[in-house]
């Protein structure tokens, strides 16, 4: 087996450069790729695009990178938990490109495989289908989606082996998968990295063949967004 082990977030990172486009994984604060986002912030890489469900919020995640001034374009589907970026975009400093959240996945799971595009129904007849080709199947109008095109795919795992092979623990399992093998090079960042072998072959979800680079993260801080409670009886 080929070993994708690097000893660090800064080799995982190596040929990061300004101007790339970027997906990270994760949906809300849920299954992000904390340290990477961290060594991004810094090494400074400048005038990103970013692909991600959202934004984060204001002091963690990719908020980070919006306080910084280092995303240049956002495509990503939601955005209401980030004031920064809410702010940036509706002054112009920042570009977003909003995207229904299945075709965003989709577009993700799309270039994993290989398929240059597809149609889908969501968005037409909105801004979302302005400039793209629409076209009828079994009378209802569809919308020509474009698989993405990154430099990078960055995700975060529970669990790894020094092969790639992934393990995505509970809801962290959200756009992370689809992201994998999305990109030129894909790193994934894990809670824990274990010898090829390992891994029961019946609990992997990710083979490490989409995987370039891995390392074990630290000090994750796993945020919850936003915390709600109920009263005692």
Not at 79 to 93: C, T
Request: net charge neutral; proline share 3%.
């Amino acid at each position: 087996m080929i070993n994708k082990k690097v000893n660090s977030v800064q080799d995982a990172l190596q040929g990061i450069e300004d101007n790339m486009t970027i997906m990270l994984g994760g949906f809300g604060l849920c299954g992000i790729p904390e340290n990477s986002i961290a060594e991004l912030v810094k090494k400074g890489t400048k005038n990103l695009t970013c692909i991600s469900n959202n934004a984060g919020v204001d002091d963690f995640g990719l908020g980070l990178l919006l306080q910084q001034k280092q995303i240049k374009k956002m495509i990503s589907s939601y955005v209401g938990e980030n004031a920064e970026f809410e702010r940036q975009m509706l002054s112009g400093e920042l570009e977003v490109e909003l995207i229904p959240q299945g075709t965003l996945a989709e577009r993700c799971r799309a270039a994993q495989a290989g398929i240059p595009a597809f149609f889908t129904p969501a968005g037409y007849g909105t801004e979302v289908a302005i400039g793209k080709e629409v076209r009828e199947f079994n009378g209802k109008m569809h919308v020509m989606e474009h698989a993405f095109k990154a430099d990078f795919s960055i995700v975060k795992a529970w669990k790894g082996d020094e092969a790639g092979n992934l393990i995505f623990k509970g809801t962290a399992r959200n756009f992370n998968p689809s992201m994998c093998g999305a990109g030129k090079i894909t790193i994934a960042e894990v809670e824990e990295l274990l010898p090829a072998g390992s891994l029961n072959p019946n609990e992997i979800h990710i083979p490490g063949i989409l995987i370039q680079r891995i390392f074990q993260g630290e000090k994750f801080e796993k945020r919850i967004e936003q915390r709600t409670t109920r009263k005692r009886a």
